[in-house]
């Protein structure tokens, strides 16, 4: 059993700052990629910001210059900076984890968490 509990979304003006956690727990090989996703109401869930065992990492073009992605390995913990925060930056952030081989992380789900940004 694999859980990943996030944390720091909330209320922010904007042009504010949040700062994601994700931290994963259980039992857990071998994480490769650590990632986070979004979904606004009605759209599509998409692919935020990635970030590989290597440090690797991978950006949205909508939110590069303005987030950033990082982990600690040692905590199993994955973070996103979330800098110069606009509205349509509003939607549920999900993080997810790849394990083994896999470099997209898509294997374990944390459930969610709400990010708004008011104008």
């Known amino acids: 059993q694999v859980q990943l509990v996030e944390s720091g979304g909330g209320l922010v003006q904007a042009g504010g700052s949040l700062r994601l956690s994700c931290a994963a727990s259980?039992?857990?090989?071998?994480?490769?990629?650590m990632g986070w996703y979004r979904q606004a109401p009605g759209k599509q869930r998409e692919l935020v910001a990635s970030i590989t065992s290597g440090d690797i990492t991978s950006y949205a073009d909508s939110v590069k210059g303005r987030f950033t992605i990082s982990r600690d390995n040692a905590k199993n913990t994955a973070y996103l900076q979330m800098n110069s925060l606009k509205p349509e930056d509003t939607a549920v952030y999900y993080c997810?984890?790849?394990?083994?081989?896999?470099?997209?992380?898509?294997?374990?789900w944390g459930q969610g968490i709400q990010v708004t940004v008011s104008s």
């Open positions: 997810a984890i790849g394990v083994g081989v896999n470099t997209i992380p898509r294997d374990y």
């Open positions: 259980g039992n857990i090989y071998s994480i490769n990629a």
